[in-house]
């Protein structure tokens, strides 16, 4: 899947949600995408780097301590 097919997905989940909210304002929208995206990608990071904790970090572009401390928020340790 190329990005502007992800992209695509997001942005179509994101107007679903609105749709869905009819006219509810949404709170703290930022941190719920970025939390329901983050979780997923660690997951398959993980899955491909064969739980190896340095290689994830590295494909991620991220220091292996915020790694680890994000694998510990969606309890994925």
Same mark, same amino acid.
């Given at each position: %899947?190329?990005?502007k097919n992800i992209e695509d997905v997001v942005r179509s989940s994101l #107007?679903?949600?609105?749709?869905?909210?009819? +006219? &509810?304002?949404? +709170?703290?929208?930022?941190? %719920?995408?970025?939390? &329901?995206? #983050?979780?997923?990608?660690?997951?398959?990071? %993980?899955?491909?780097? #064969?739980?190896?904790?340095?290689?994830a970090a590295q494909w991620l572009g991220l220091n292996r301590n915020t790694?680890?401390?994000?694998? &510990? #928020?969606?309890?994925?340790?």
């Open positions: %899947m190329s990005k #107007e679903t949600y609105f749709r869905d909210l009819r +006219g &509810t304002e949404p +709170g703290n929208l930022h941190d %719920m995408v970025v939390r &329901t995206v #983050e979780k997923p990608l660690l997951e398959i990071v %993980m899955k491909h780097a #064969e739980d190896n904790q340095s290689r790694l680890r401390k994000k694998l &510990t #928020e969606h309890h994925l340790l």
